[in-house]
């Protein structure tokens, strides 16, 4: 499996899951850094569950982080989740 992290312009982005046999876009109403930062803040601080940026949600599950935009979501394990965090955005 891997997951992609892409910009659509300055309040959007898109998590992509492709493995061999299924692919999975998420759009997500929020910038790029702005969900890099709700990863980050998660992360640091072990006590904290849930970050809210806007009406997207990101939380704390025992495997990863999972972001919650509209009536979907999003799971990132961490094993995938540190490459987007690390990633510097442009």
């Known amino acids: ?6 910009e659509n312009g300055d309040e959007a982005c898109t ?5 061999n046999s299924s692919s999975t876009a998420f759009s997500i109403p929020v910038s ?3 969900l890099q930062a709700a990863f980050r803040d998660l992360l640091l601080d072990p006590e ?3 970050v809210m940026i806007g009406s997207v949600g990101v939380d704390r ?5 999972r972001v919650h935009a509209g009536g979907g979501r999003f ?3 961490f094993r995938h989740l540190f490459p987007l965090v690390m990633e510097v955005a442009e």
Do not use: C, H, V
């Open 61 to 65: 599950y025992r495997d990863g982080l």
């Open 15 to 19: 998590l992509s899951q492709k493995s």
């Open 75 to 77: 799971e990132l394990p």
């Open 32 to 34: 790029k850094p702005a």
């Open 1 to 6: 499996m891997r997951i992609t992290f892409t």
């Open 48 to 50: 904290k569950r849930e």
